[in-house]
Each structure stands twice: as structure tokens, then as C-alpha cells.
């Protein structure tokens, strides 16, 4: 991340000074912003902190046992996080077998190691 300085005028109060301001890459913003808007709900983040405690996939019917909630449900946080691509998807019959997006797993463990206790 690039950082530049930006100089405010000197309030009155003595308040403002030399503030440093993070240049943002758009596109990694835009990813961001996706990701921590599918983390933005307990049960999807359940299911992530699942899927990293486990080097395996995990089958989806397996997924609804830990959050007490119907497949249907369950299913709609998987797209949310598939569409955030933090999970990736593959199907064995009838059953789709979840795992961390390879791209997002280092993000996502430190994001789950980062919540408060």
C-alpha cells in the first residue's frame, strides 16, 4: 500500500496537521469490500472458521449441522461466499464438497485469527 502526506491548514484549536493517507488499489479494494461484506454474518463466518479448521473439504450437508440451520439456508451462505470467492465448490453426486478458495485462505485465517475473543 502506498502512503502519501497531506498537509490540512492549521485549525484554531490546534486539532489538524500532517495526516498520512493510504492510497488504495481499486480493484484489491473491491475485493475487500465484497469479502468483508460475506463475512458480515455469524453463520457465514461458521462456516468459514469450519472450512479452515479442516484440510479437507467439507460436504455441504455436513455444514448445516454446525450452524442449526436448513440446507436451503445453508446453501444461500455458500453462494455469498462463493460469489465473495472465499470458498470453492466441488460436486460428488448429489453433494457439493466445500473448501477455502486457495486464493483467499491465508486472508481468510488471519481474518478468523484477528476476531475478538
Known amino acids: 500500500m502506498r502512503v502519501t502526506t497531506r498537509v490540512t491548514a492549521p485549525r484554531a484549536d490546534g486539532c489538524c496537521g500532517i495526516i498520512l493517507v493510504p492510497v488504495l488499489d481499486e480493484p484489491r479494494v473491491a475485493v475487500a469490500a465484497r469479502r468483508f461484506k ?15 479448521a479442516n484440510d479437507a473439504p467439507v460436504c455441504a450437508c455436513d455444514l448445516g449441522d454446525e450452524v442449526a440451520l436448513g440446507q ?42 484477528a476476531l475478538p475473543r
Request: hydrophobic share 55%.
Open 72 to 113: 436451503p439456508t445453508v446453501a444461500h451462505h455458500l453462494k455469498v461466499l462463493r460469489d465473495a470467492a472465499l470458498v470453492l465448490a466441488d460436486r460428488r453426486g448429489k453433494w457439493a464438497y466445500y473448501r477455502l478458495h486457495p486464493d483467499a485462505a491465508v486472508w481468510v485465517r488471519a481474518t478468523l485469527a
Open 38 to 52: 460475506a463475512l458480515a454474518d455469524a453463520t457465514r463466518l461458521t462456516i468459514l472458521a469450519t472450512l479452515a
